[in-house]
C-alpha cells in the first residue's frame, strides 16, 4: 500500500504429502515457494514481483544472479530451473514478521489420497538408489546411526546450519526416502562402503574406471582415497598392471678440460676415519 503496509489479497495453502514430509527442511521450504508461484501463476507471469521467504539460505540459493553450484541436488535444481522463467527479487523476512501469512501454515488439511505422487527429481533419486548393491532400506536405517553421516542427518532434517565438513553447501545435499543425496549420487553409510567397493571393483576396471562409476553412483568423504588403496591391495591388479615406464639416462658430457666438472662423495668409515674424495671428471 502508499504507506509501506501489506493488504494480503488471497491466501492458499495446502498439507504434504507423505512422500514431501520426508523432504528434508530446506527442501521443504523451497517447494513452499515453488507452490506458491505456481498457484499464483497468472498474477505473476511476465511481470516483476518480490519473493519473501522466512529461511535465510534459499535466498543465496534461488538468487537470480547467482548460480547452482554443479552438485547441487537434484530436487534444488529442478526448483531452480522452474523460478529461471519467472523475473523476481528474493528477500529474506524474520518468521516474527511473516504473521499477515502464516495463519494457514497452522491449519493442516487433510491430504487426497489420489494426490501422492512423485515428481521428477524423487524418480531419479530413487532410481539412483534402487542401482546399489545394497536397499535403500539399508542405507536409510543405517544413516540415522552413522558416526559421519547422522549429524548430516538431523541437520537437513531440521533445516540448521550443516556441520563443519559440509558447511555452506546446503544445496548440494537433499534427502530421499531417509537416503543423503549428493547431487545425484548417494551417501553410504561406513558400515556399506566395502560392500560397494566390491561392486564397483567386479572385472577389475581399475582406479580410473572405478572413480568414473562411483562418480554416477554413490559418494562418502574420502571415496576417491578409499578406491585407490582398494585397488591396491588387490593381487590381480596388482599383477596385471602395467609397469612404469623406463627412464632414458642421460650421459655426463665430457668436459673439455680439467677442474670443470668435479664428483665429490664420502667413503668409510674406514679404520675409523672418513674420507672426503673428489674425482676429476677429465683426468680421473
Given amino acids: 500500500m502508499p504507506d ?4 494480503p489479497t488471497m491466501f492458499a495453502s495446502r498439507s504434504l504429502t507423505k512422500t514431501e514430509r520426508n523432504y528434508s527442511q530446506i527442501d521443504k ?21 518480490d519473493l519473501v521467504t522466512d529461511h535465510k539460505l534459499l535466498v543465496s540459493i534461488f538468487a537470480p544472479n ?22 523476481y527479487t528474493i528477500k529474506y523476512r524474520n518468521t516474527k514478521n511473516h504473521a499477515n501469512a502464516d495463519a494457514l501454515s497452522r491449519l493442516p488439511l487433510a491430504v487426497d489420497r489420489d494426490c501422492e505422487y512423485l515428481t521428477e527429481a524423487d524418480v531419479t533419486s530413487i532410481s539412483q538408489v534402487e542401482l546399489m548393491p545394497v536397499t535403500a532400506t539399508d542405507i536409510a536405517r543405517t544413516t ?3 558416526r559421519k553421516l547422522f549429524e548430516l542427518y538431523e541437520s537437513l532434517k531440521s533445516g540448521t546450519e550443516l556441520p563443519v565438513p559440509w558447511k555452506g553447501r546446503e544445496s548440494e545435499f537433499s534427502l530421499q526416502n531417509g537416503c543423503i543425496m549428493y547431487g545425484h549420487r548417494v551417501c ?7 560392500q560397494v567397493l566390491e561392486e564397483l571393483h567386479v572385472g577389475h576396471p581399475g582406479i580410473v574406471e572405478m572413480k568414473a562409476i562411483a562418480r554416477s553412483y554413490c559418494y562418502w568423504q574420502g571415496i576417491d582415497a578409499s578406491i585407490a588403496n582398494f585397488v591396491q591391495n588387490c593381487s590381480a591388479c596388482i599383477a596385471t598392471r602395467n609397469e612404469p615406464a623406463r627412464i632414458n639416462r642421460h ?26 674424495v673428489v674425482s676429476d671428471a677429465y683426468s680421473k
Fill in 29 to 49: 521450504e523451497a517447494l513452499s515457494i515453488v507452490w506458491g508461484v505456481k498457484r499464483f501463476y497468472q498474477y505473476l507471469f511476465g511481470r516483476h514481483f
Fill in 144 to 146: 540415522k546411526t552413522d
Fill in 188 to 194: 553410504i553409510p561406513e558400515k556399506y562402503q566395502n
Fill in 66 to 87: 547467482r548460480s547452482l553450484p554443479c552438485l547441487s541436488a537434484t530436487r534444488m535444481v529442478h526448483y531452480a530451473l522452474f523460478l529461471q522463467a519467472f523475473s
Fill in 251 to 276: 650421459p655426463w658430457e665430457w668436459p673439455n678440460g680439467p677442474w670443470q666438472r668435479i664428483h665429490v662423495d664420502y667413503a668409510g668409515p674406514f679404520m675409523g676415519k672418513m674420507f672426503f
Fill in 4 to 7: 509501506g503496509s501489506e493488504k
